[in-house]
C-alpha cells in the first residue's frame, strides 16, 4: 500500500489549501485515515482522523473549526481542507492508515504508532 499526499505550497495568513491523500491500486474507504505534521525542530503532531467505520471525524484543538476533513470515494482520496491558515500551520504534512483497525479509538488517532503506513509528505508554509 502507497500513499501519496498532495495540495502543499505557500500561502499567506487567512489563506486556504486543500491537501490530497491518494493510494494508487489500494482502496482507503474501509480504513481510518489521519493528517499529521511536523514543524521544524518539533515532533509529529496529529491534526485529523476520519474513521473508516462510521466516518467519525477528530480534531486537534489547534485547527477546530478551520479544518474539515473528507473522503472522496469515487476518487478514492481522503482531503483536508484548511481555511484561515496561521504561520503556525506551517509544517510538513503526511497522511497514515491503519489497516488493522476500522476506527479512529478516540484519543488513539493522535499516536504515530496506531498507523502502519505513511506518505511521503507535502509542505505547506504559511507565510506573509
Known amino acids: 500500500l502507497q500513499l501519496v499526499e498532495s495540495g502543499g505550497g505557500l500561502m499567506h495568513p487567512g489563506g486556504s489549501l486543500r491537501l490530497s491523500c491518494a493510494s494508487p491500486?489500494?482502496?482507503?474507504?474501509?480504513?481510518?485515515i489521519a493528517w499529521f505534521r511536523q514543524a521544524p525542530g518539533k515532533e509529529r503532531e496529529g491534526v485529523s482522523c476520519?474513521?473508516?467505520?462510521?466516518?467519525?471525524?477528530y480534531y486537534a484543538d489547534s485547527v477546530k473549526g478551520r479544518f474539515t476533513i473528507s473522503r472522496d470515494n469515487a476518487k478514492n482520496t481522503v482531503n483536508l481542507q484548511m481555511n484561515s491558515l496561521k504561520p503556525e500551520d506551517t509544517g510538513v504534512y503526511y497522511c497514515?492508515?491503519?489497516?488493522?483497525?476500522?476506527?479512529?479509538?478516540?484519543?488513539?488517532?493522535?499516536?504515530?504508532?496506531?498507523?502502519?503506513?505513511w506518505g511521503q509528505g507535502t509542505q505547506v508554509t504559511v507565510s506573509s
Open positions: 497514515a492508515v491503519d489497516r488493522m483497525w476500522p476506527g479512529c479509538s478516540g484519543d488513539l488517532w493522535r499516536e504515530n504508532s496506531k498507523y502502519d503506513y
Open positions: 491500486g489500494s482502496t482507503l474507504d474501509r480504513y481510518p
Open positions: 476520519i474513521s473508516g467505520d462510521d466516518g467519525r471525524t
